[in-house]
Each structure stands twice: as structure tokens, then as C-alpha cells.
């Protein structure tokens, strides 16, 4: 079972999960050290020589160095833009006060708690719907990877209007499709986004079709596992699009999750480009933080993890 909010991460946690918590102690806190870690789950006791601490106990408490080399691992995948420092020995984690306002630190900590809130029962903060903002972010982060000239649309849910509307404003706007066609009549289209949730594209002067398209599926939470190749563009297209796209678009899988490295590459096997939590902050420059900072304000006071002092 994931590690969801107000609960602590079990002795069986991942170390993306336990690197989770350290990200939220800290900002919680201040600062927290492995020692806190360790001590505030339960894990250890201060007998030097952990007699008396079970396997897991002592198995996990060798993971925390770990832990902060995933948090190392962060800070350049951050591109230097990582809310959080360690100290030089690393073993504290500090929440850095100076740059809490950057765009980058209050992206991260959006998507660090739409991964850890359970997103089915806590998802509305501030009359704002949490799993929605990551629509609006990623076509950002979508539009930034392919560049100034590059173009957005946001599809999914977040977006108001019908499918059919969206499907035929879609299509002008990039100029593809020609438009909405639906192979079963159109008085049976039951479709919301059918998995489609932003759509950013590199544009020709002549407006011809025949271009590079990205498109993305967003996901916050944990439950995204099995999910990955849902998106398939050419199915999307012949199902609801009068023409097909003349070049297939590639898939952008967008998560609010730092994900395990070691499923790293076989998750984009399946989904396409992965924007991960860290690749997300990478990209997320010029991103208006105002409805994330309400959402994120509200969800961090819902739940409290104790009393975690250094």
C-alpha cells in the first residue's frame, strides 16, 4: 500500500516514498534529520547498537542514505530548483525559506502533495480541484519542452464545453483532423477526454499539416500503475477525427510523483516521454502559481504529521 497523508510510510516503504516524507517533514518542520526520521517512524531506538530493533526495523534504517542520495538525485533533476538543501554531511534536510516563493518551489510542492493526499477523497482545497491543475501545468511544461514557437491545448476535464466541441477546436487549432467525426453517430459520443488531456504541437509557418505533437496524460497520485499506454493517438484520431494525424504524435505521460528510478524505464516504455515530478519543475518556468499556491495552502494545513523538532 503507497504512503498516503495524514499516515506515516510503513517499514516496507520505498525509498521514493521515504524521500517523500523527509520533503514533507522538513517543509513541516523546518529541517529534519535521518536520526528524526528513523526515531518519528517508529523505526529505531537510540541504543547505538539497535538491539532489540527488528529486521525491518534495521533494514530500513540502513535505507536512509539512500534516501538522501535520491534527494541528491533531486537536486539536479530539479536543475538546481530542488525547495529543499541538505546539509554538507547529508544527513539534514532543510526546506529552503528563501526560494519558497519561486515558481519552481510551489510547483514542487503541489505535485509532492497531489502525490501524497489521497487524491479520490482529497482533492478539493480551496473549492479547487487538485487532479485538474496538473491539465493546466503540464500543457505549460508541454509548450516550454517544445519550445517559444510551440503551441498549447488544454483537453481534458479542466477544459470547459463539450467532446465534440473540444474535438473540433482542437483540430483548427492545430490545424490537423479537419474535425469531429464520430464512427458510432454522433448522438452516442459518452466520451469526457477519452484520455486525452493536453495537446502541444511545433507549428509551421505555411500551416500545412505534418508536424511534431505532443500528447499528454496526466495523472496525480499513485494509482497510475497499468495506466501508461492508455493514450494512443491513432486510435484517438480515427475514432474522433474526420482525417488521421499524417505523423503519429508522441505520448507524454505526466505525473505529480517522483517516481521509483528503477521503474523509470520501463514506464516510458509504455507511456511515451515521462514528466515526472522533477521534469515537471524543470520545465515549469513562467507558470502562473496562483491557484496551485490557493489549492497547496489549504491541503498542507488539512492534515498534521505530530510534533517533529530537531
Not at 525491518?56 to 530539479?78: D, F, G, H, K, Y
Amino acid at each position: 500500500m503507497s504512503f498516503k497523508l495524514p499516515k506515516l510510510p510503513s517499514p516496507h516503504a520505498e525509498l521514493h516514498e521515504l524521500a517523500d516524507f523527509a520533503e514533507i517533514a522538513a517543509w513541516e518542520c523546518g529541517q529534519v534529520s535521518e536520526r528524526e526520521i528513523i526515531a518519528y517512524l517508529g523505526r529505531t531506538d537510540d541504543n547505538e547498537d539497535n538491539s532489540g530493533v527488528s529486521d525491518s526495523e534495521e533494514e530500513a534504517t540502513n535505507l536512509l542514505p539512500e534516501v538522501m542520495n535520491e534527494i541528491e538525485r533531486r537536486v539536479r533533476a530539479c536543475n538546481a530548483r530542488y525547495p529543499f538543501t541538505l546539509s554538507p554531511e547529508g544527513t539534514v534536510l532543510h526546506f529552503d525559506q528563501e526560494s519558497a516563493q519561486s515558481i519552481e518551489s510551489r510547483v514542487y510542492r503541489y505535485l509532492l502533495l497531489s502525490t501524497r493526499l489521497d487524491m479520490k477523497s482529497s482533492k478539493i482545497h480551496a473549492g479547487l480541484d487538485g487532479t485538474l491543475l496538473l491539465e493546466e501545468l503540464a500543457a505549460h511544461v508541454l509548450k516550454n519542452y517544445l519550445g517559444a514557437r510551440s503551441k498549447v491545448f488544454v483537453f481534458g476535464t479542466a477544459r470547459s464545453g463539450n467532446f465534440k466541441d473540444k474535438v473540433n477546436k482542437l483540430c483548427h487549432e492545430m490545424k490537423e483532423g479537419v474535425g469531429f467525426r464520430n464512427l458510432d453517430g454522433e448522438s452516442n459520443v459518452t466520451a469526457v477526454d477519452d484520455n486525452l488531456d493536453a495537446v502541444a504541437w511545433a507549428p509551421f509557418s505555411d500551416e500545412a499539416p505534418g508536424q511534431l505533437i505532443l500528447v499528454g496524460q496526466c495523472k496525480t497520485g499513485t494509482s497510475w500503475h497499468g495506466l501508461e499506454n492508455q493514450m494512443q493517438p491513432d486510435q484517438f484520431a480515427k475514432k474522433w477525427f474526420k482525417e488521421p494525424f499524417l505523423v503519429t504524435p508522441v505520448r507524454a505521460f505526466c505525473l505529480s510523483e517522483a517516481i521509483n528510478r528503477a521503474r523509470f524505464k520501463r514506464t516510458q516504455i509504455a507511456s511515451g516521454i515521462l514528466f515526472d515530478r522533477c521534469r515537471i519543475v524543470d520545465f515549469c518556468g513562467g507558470f502562473d502559481c496562483s491557484r496551485i499556491e490557493k489549492w497547496t495552502t489549504t491541503a498542507f494545513g488539512s492534515f498534521k504529521l505530530g510534533d517533529l523538532k530537531i
